[in-house]
């Protein structure tokens, strides 16, 4: 078995990069930059050819079939029941297919998903870990998007601050450990540069996007019960309920230095992303 620090020569320099997740907030920046940098890129995704379905282990060898190295974010997050035994037959499905180099995005502060990193990193594959904090972009790509259009955002989390990072430097950390040596065996733990808490945030997107935006505190009961009621399923209801319940305690009250080691250069501003953001008129649709 390799050393998980072991790098590999590059001997196929032309063989694709896998990106799975490829249409998801990280997968499609990564895909991008690398296209950008001329790296071939194969996409992993459902509606990819050939396809990759993580609920379908026999989609996994075409499309880890003559890549040098891999991208890989689970969906809906490594947390979920189940998830580290999928990623790490997955990794050791790699390892067997030759794959040179696994980035894996990992949830910061998740103990299921150390764990599934630990199960990535025994398949010998040299393998970089990000662990990323709470997205900035939550807030404009995923859940949270409705309730800032519908200006009040109402979430069961009061006074926990969190340093949201920008999904560019995520893509940014793992395009240098996909195509750069020196990565190999590193866990790069990502955030943004000063912690927030969910009020601070809508109030700087608030300023931002020059609109009237509101946060609320509510009790999770609540707060689920009208997750019920929108018709949410019982599997994203349970990742929330854990992700608001449990992680947002206070355990990832604090930046790390994971983006200026990775980078070289400091992590993106909250403050910059909602102002880029804003311009877009995401925030006015």
């Excluded at 733990?189 to 996007?209: K, N, Q, S």
Aim: glycine share 10%; with cysteine; proline share 6%.
């Amino acid at each position: 078995m390799l050393s998980m620090t072991t790098e590999l020569p590059t001997t196929t320099p032309t063989a694709p990069t896998l990106v799975v997740g490829a249409t998801g907030k990280t997968g499609r920046r990564v895909a991008a930059e690398l296209a950008r940098r001329g790296v071939p890129v194969r996409a992993g995704s459902r509606s990819a050819t050939p396809p990759l379905d993580w609920d379908d282990a026999t989609t996994w060898a075409p499309a880890l079939a003559g890549t040098r190295a891999a991208y890989v974010s689970f969906f809906p997050d490594l947390a979920v029941p189940g998830a580290g035994e999928t990623v790490g037959a997955f990794a050791a499905l790699a390892a067997r297919e030759g794959v040179e180099r696994l980035v894996l995005l990992s949830g910061r502060g998740e103990e299921e998903a150390q764990r599934a990193e630990e199960v990535v990193r025994a398949a010998g594959v040299p393998t970089t870990i990000v662990r990323a904090a709470w997205f900035c972009q939550n807030f404009s790509e995923s859940f949270l998007l409705d309730a800032v259009l519908g200006g009040t955002v109402a979430l069961p989390v009061d006074g926990i601050a969190e340093p949201f990072v920008d999904a560019d430097d995520i893509a940014a950390v793992a395009v240098a450990a996909l195509t750069e040596d020196g990565h190999a065996g590193e866990v790069y733990e990502v955030t943004g540069p000063r912690l927030l808490t969910f009020a601070d945030a809508v109030a700087e997107i608030a300023a931002a996007a020059g609109r009237e935006l509101s946060y609320v505190s509510v009790p999770l009961d609540e707060w689920t019960a009208e997750l019920v009621r929108a018709g949410v399923d019982d599997d994203t209801l349970a990742l929330l309920s854990y992700l608001f319940a449990e992680v947002l305690d206070g355990r990832n009250a604090h930046t790390t230095d994971g983006v200026q080691r990775a980078l070289g250069r400091p992590p993106r501003d909250f403050g910059a992303f909602a102002a880029d953001t804003a311009a877009t008129g995401v925030w006015h649709a």
